[in-house]
């Protein structure tokens, strides 16, 4: 009796292991319509995105470009974005809290500007990166893999989606590029990672990342001056 009590205790625990960590295949429609319904749900809530974008010197590794964008957002009518980018040993910021019809701006730290958008001279400022590479060599071999796992993030248990590019340049080098993002068992997405470079060795050119935090409690937009 003991004995069979033991075995279907070790026959359940390998069971639930085995689903937790079994990874499967997903089709493009799948992984893409899972991103799509989740992301829908991001504007329902108070909240917090952090965006880190970095790019890489493949030769040693090194830093070259990092930036940081966090948004928040308290409904109905407060937001406020902090763009922070660093090249080298130079940090630039560019902070921006928009109140009703109030926007409040400030570069680094430096003092604060108001404007009242009803009076139609309202100011903004902007930030936009990309890489981009191309090859005219048809000598190429593209792979790509769709997957998903049951897993673990912060302590939530999620679905982990990966999308796996590989391009293989005959003779020459293959180069990488991944896309994942976590969605806990709500629906909502939590994080979405994205990075690519070369394989063989595996050398990282680009990495992104963005973090999702709904309804955080020390969230709080407030005017900087009167």
């Known amino acids: 009796m003991l004995k069979n009590r033991v075995l279907w205790l070790f026959l ?7 689903v937790f960590g079994q990874q499967r295949e997903v089709t493009p429609l799948q992984f893409y319509q899972a991103e799509a319904e989740a992301l829908k749900k991001v504007d329902g809530f108070n909240q917090r995105i952090t965006y880190k974008t970095e790019y890489f010197n493949t030769s040693d590794g090194s830093s070259q470009n990092s930036y940081t964008l966090i948004s928040e957002k308290i409904f109905p009518d407060k937001t406020r974005s902090l763009l922070i980018h660093t090249s080298g040993n130079v940090t630039k910021k560019k902070e921006e809290i928009r109140i009703g019809y109030f926007l409040y701006q400030r570069i680094d730290d430096g003092k604060w500007t108001k404007t009242d958008l009803r009076k139609g001279n309202g100011v903004g400022y902007g930030n936009g990166v990309g890489d981009g ?3 005219g060599s048809r000598n190429i071999k593209i792979t790509n893999k769709f997957t998903a796992i049951e897993s673990d993030l912060n302590g939530q248990s999620v679905t982990l989606y990966e999308k796996l590019t590989t ?3 005959t003779n020459l080098y293959t180069t990488f590029s991944s896309e994942k993002f976590w969605i806990n068992k709500e629906g909502l997405i939590l994080k979405k990672e994205s990075k690519s470079g070369y394989l063989n ?3 990282i ?21 009167k």
Request: aromatic letters at 14%; a negative charge; one cysteine or more.
């Open 167 to 169: 391009v293989e340049y």
């Open 205 to 225: 050119g680009f990495q992104s990342t963005t973090e999702y935090e709904y309804n955080p409690k020390d969230l709080k937009i407030k005017a900087p001056i």
């Open 12 to 18: 359940t625990v390998s069971c639930c292991f085995n």
């Open 201 to 203: 060795p595996e050398k």
């Open 133 to 135: 590479d191309g090859d």
